[in-house]
């Protein structure tokens, strides 16, 4: 369970250490290739989920977002395409690093498992905010060991640049967010309000404010999630009613 939450933070948030050409989600692919075309049971769930298919309808969404993309300066005349690199490889490290942690830590089990588990991962990294923001030696330390412009961007604003991620800007802010809306998936599945999750939720969204505003479409989002699901439920409580 340790390693889960250590790989999915690795993977989710692109790590890159200063002094390593090569982000740690990269490190974490090669190893469980490894790992995986080691043993028999391994191979087999590796062949099988390239039959599910919910895999090949998320490949080929990643496959046509990868061609819409590379289109687009074509049809506007700009030929630049330098970009395309960037894209299929950002696709092919997207596709395999999910694919394996699947493979190793998500056999038998639940949406619920899974929702818990990117919970967890983004509110550890809402900490990492916080820690960043009141304790001077820890942000230093992650300023010192993160491979990105973070610092740069703390220095200009202040309190903008925090956290432990390849990118600390709009995207990040966007990745936090996705945790507010999990959060209130999570809720629709246990079909109640747990507090200790709501209070990971308060947590996360304070933090949102301290990457950038793109986050808060999210919240927004979560909102409106949860007035559906609270319209839901009363609607089924006053069915419930009128059967009795």
Known sequence: NILAHIFLFFIFFGIKLNGIPISLSKFFVLFCFLIVFTYPTFIKRFTKIFKNRNFIIILFFFVFILICSSLWPIIHNTNDISFLKFNISHLFDSILSSLFFAILFLKDKSYEYLCKLFINVIFIQAVIIF??????????????????????????????????????????????????????IL??????????????????????????????????LSVFLMIIITLRNLKVSQLKILIK
């Open 131 to 184: 820690m960043m923001l009141t304790l001077p030696f820890i942000r230093n330390f992650i300023f010192l060991i993160n491979s990105s412009d973070s610092q740069i961007l703390f220095e200009r604003t202040t309190f903008r640049g925090l956290g432990f991620s390849s990118d600390v800007t709009y995207g990040f802010s966007v990745q936090l967010s996705f945790g507010l809306l999990l959060t209130t």
């Open 187 to 220: 809720f629709y599945l246990k079909q109640k309000v747990l507090i200790s999750y709501f209070i990971i939720y308060l947590i996360i969204l304070f933090a949102i404010f301290f990457t950038a505003r793109s986050g808060l479409l999210g919240f927004l």
